[in-house]
């Protein structure tokens, strides 16, 4: 069983829709959680940092964190088409330490 | 923009061959990471640099090793290249010591093996 997982997708929604996107894992001692956007062929860029659970809300963006699930969600609202992307969560134990990735869900925003 | 850089930005190799990666980490971090990304994947963790230790290491055997200089700037080698170690390979900075940590990634390197 993978530490991460995550729908690869694709999802493809119309533009000002709300985009809901979802990890789960299997270790318990994850505390610190992130999403990471990537645009094609470049870095990922972090969008949200949240430490155990919990919601944070930064814009149009809110992640959302339930330990007792083991399940991370990033809400996207008025989506744009600049949000077209793969949308990376990422989670490790402990400040410092390696992240575990999830595989990456596509989105595509349509104008 | 993270104010990570990495070097070269695509590369080219042949089965065998060895190759050196280059990361220059975000001004006041302290802490260096590396990933590979092979195609429809998410990033793997190769190891961690901090003050110029190995800091931790995911599941890559041996021919991949790496440095961290006095500077906090980072290297990464691989010899024997095979091709399944065609990916991007992105480097990551952070700052340990300070709460809250997290890593910031440059472009990557596209390294192709042919």
């Given at each position: ?15 000002g829709a709300i985009v809901s ?72 134990a402990n400040t410092g330490n ?14 | ?114």
């Amino acid at each position: 069983q993978k530490e991460v997982e995550q729908d690869p997708g694709p999802l493809s929604v119309p533009e000002g829709a709300i985009v809901s996107l979802n990890c789960t894992y299997s270790n318990s001692a994850f505390q610190y959680f992130m999403w990471y956007r990537q645009y094609s062929r470049k870095g990922p860029e972090l969008l949200m940092y949240t430490y155990s659970s919990g919601n944070k809300e930064d814009g149009r963006f809110t992640a959302q964190v339930d330990k007792s699930s083991k399940y991370i969600s990033l809400f996207i609202r008025d989506s744009q088409p600049s949000d077209s992307a793969t949308y990376l969560c990422a989670m490790s134990a402990n400040t410092g330490n390696q992240f575990y990735f999830g595989t990456g869900t596509s989105l595509t925003v349509i104008p | 923009e993270t104010g990570v850089t990495q070097s070269p930005t695509h590369l080219i190799k042949t089965r065998g061959q060895q190759v050196t990666l280059r990361c220059s980490s975000q001004s006041g971090h302290n802490t260096v990471s590396w990933y590979q990304q092979a195609l429809g994947q998410g990033p793997q963790f190769i190891f961690q640099y901090y003050r110029e230790e190995e800091n931790g290491r995911g599941n890559f055997p041996p021919r991949f090793s790496g440095l961290q200089f006095p500077n906090y700037s980072s290297e990464l080698n691989v010899n024997a290249l095979e091709l399944d170690d065609s990916a991007l390979y992105l480097c990551a900075s952070s700052f340990i010591g300070g709460g809250g940590e997290t890593q910031y990634f440059g472009p990557g390197t596209r390294l192709l093996v042919l």
